[in-house]
């Protein structure tokens, strides 16, 4: 079942601007992911960030983390043209085991659009 | 890094007639691979969870004798689409996670267009 909430579903900036994104997720996880998605290709993985950790940093991305609220967000900074794609957040959830180990639940998406 | 391919990257086919679909981690061995179905402008939806050598765990509300799992190998699981009608028409994605399993991360395929006439 798809737990995740995010929004915007679209977001249209103009290059150059910080793009902030958000997920909402509804069970106990172990940990954060977020994926990246262009039209009609696979996921690339962007940044994990686990159940303990509040902020994570990778190049241009920054991932927060509150699990009071069961919220995440993902800000791009300073965005380009190519940064134009889906965003996806995937929780894997807390003490899952047996069959339900490392299953990924993905997020609605957020499509994001980086006008040049 | 960690590759998966998939093939076919697109297949169409006729109502009535099977279709499997290869996912194949080149570079790591796969004890785990997923099975995702993905509809237009929608998110992923896990179909099965597939296991070297057992058999495939299938998500509430999929039809297992419709996708057919099979993970022979720690480098190859394939999912054939029995019967296929036009409803099954998707993008189907696969992702498999390193057998080491010290890290969650699991690598995507980069997806199987199927159209069904």
């Known amino acids: 079942s798809q737990q995740g909430e995010e929004d915007p579903q679209a977001l249209s900036i103009q290059e150059g601007e910080n793009a902030t994104m958000n997920c909402s997720y509804k069970?106990?996880?172990?940990?954060l992911q977020w994926y990246r998605q262009n039209s009609g290709r696979g996921l690339v993985h962007l940044i994990l960030?686990?159940?303990?950790?509040r902020e994570k940093h990778s190049g241009r991305l920054r991932v927060t983390l509150d699990t009071s609220k069961k919220s995440s967000s993902l800000l791009i900074t300073a965005s380009r043209a190519a940064d134009t794609a889906s965003y996806f957040c995937?929780?894997?959830?807390?003490?899952?085991?047996?069959?339900?180990?490392?299953?990924?639940?993905f997020g609605q998406g957020t499509i994001l659009t980086v006008h040049p | 890094g960690a590759v998966v391919s998939q093939h076919p990257s697109r297949v169409i086919c006729k109502s009535g007639t099977s279709v499997k679909i290869e996912c194949r981690s080149l570079?790591?061995?796969?004890?785990?691979m997923f099975w995702y179905r993905q509809f237009p402008k929608q998110s992923l939806m896990l179909m099965a969870t597939?296991?070297?050598?057992?058999?495939?765990?299938?998500e509430q509300g999929v039809e297992k004798d419709k996708f057919l799992i099979n993970h022979a190998s720690l480098t190859l699981s394939t999912l054939t689409v029995t019967s296929a009608h036009p409803e099954d028409s998707s993008f189907y994605i696969c992702?498999?996670?390193?057998?080491?399993?010290?890290?969650?991360?699991?690598?995507f395929g980069p997806g199987t267009r199927l159209t069904v006439t």
């Open positions: 992702s498999a996670r390193d057998h080491r399993g010290f890290t969650y991360e699991q690598y």
């Open positions: 069970t106990s996880i172990n940990n």
């Open positions: 960030i686990r159940s303990n950790e």
């Open positions: 995937a929780t894997i959830e807390a003490n899952a085991g047996g069959t339900s180990y490392g299953k990924l639940t």
């Open positions: 570079d790591f061995q796969a004890t785990t």
């Open positions: 597939s296991n070297e050598g057992s058999k495939a765990t299938y």
